[in-house]
């Protein structure tokens, strides 16, 4: 599942369905946002995406993908772009991120979603921005990111509290990410 992005000029609501080898339409996002998190959240049949920016606001509008359409669900406590994403629909995890609203800023927070409420979690060790994570919520792995420069650092998350991981060999942000904490990808 696709959805969100940058257009020329501005953001995206498209939404974008994999079936192993086409990609179809699916459900218009109710806003328009990028730089937003929650790919790695779900399936094609049941997905989140919350943060982003809708030029220039950052966002803390959460949404919710049953297949067929979105629907509002409750807001992040922090708004939030370039920030990563792990976990699923019902226990998800917002993680690090920049916010220009109303002060430009680079977050360490992590915010915990349990299907309904968003709640804080343990904080990064690191501030960053462009950052990436795969994972569960109470499992989740965040790498690479960029505050101001572009980082290799990697943080495990056990649902509280984050310590520090195994160094990336490469410096880097805004990468792709799949798998789980023990077994995870960055790529690009």
């Not at 328009?32 to 989140?48: D, E, K, P, T, Y």
């Not at 919350?50 to 509008?61: A, C, M, R």
């Not at 916010?99 to 990064?124: C, K, Q, R, V």
């Not at 690191?126 to 650092?153: D, E, H, M, V, W």
Request: hydrophobic share 30%.
């Amino acid at each position: 599942l696709a959805f969100g992005g940058s257009t020329n000029p501005g953001t995206s609501s498209a939404t974008e369905e994999w079936n192993g080898s086409s990609w179809s339409g699916g459900g218009n996002l109710i806003i328009a946002r990028r730089h937003n998190a929650g790919s790695s959240c779900g399936s094609v049949n049941s997905a989140l995406s919350f943060g982003g920016t809708s030029n220039p606001t950052s966002l803390t509008s959460t949404e919710q993908y049953d297949g067929t359409s979105w629907t509002a669900k409750n807001c992040m406590i922090t708004g939030r772009q370039l920030l990563a994403g792990a976990g699923d629909v019902d226990s998800a995890a917002a993680i690090g991120g920049f916010s220009n609203t109303p002060t430009e800023a680079i977050y360490a927070n992590t915010e915990e979603f349990d299907g309904t409420n968003w709640s804080a979690g343990g904080a990064l060790s690191t501030a960053r921005q462009k950052i990436r994570a795969t994972g569960a919520q109470n499992a989740a792995l965040a790498f690479g990111g960029n505050n101001p420069s572009y980082l290799t650092c990697t943080e495990e998350y056990n649902g509280s509290s984050w310590s520090t991981g195994g160094a990336l060999n490469s410096a880097g942000a805004s990468r792709g990410a799949a798998g789980i904490q023990n077994a995870a990808l960055a790529a690009g």
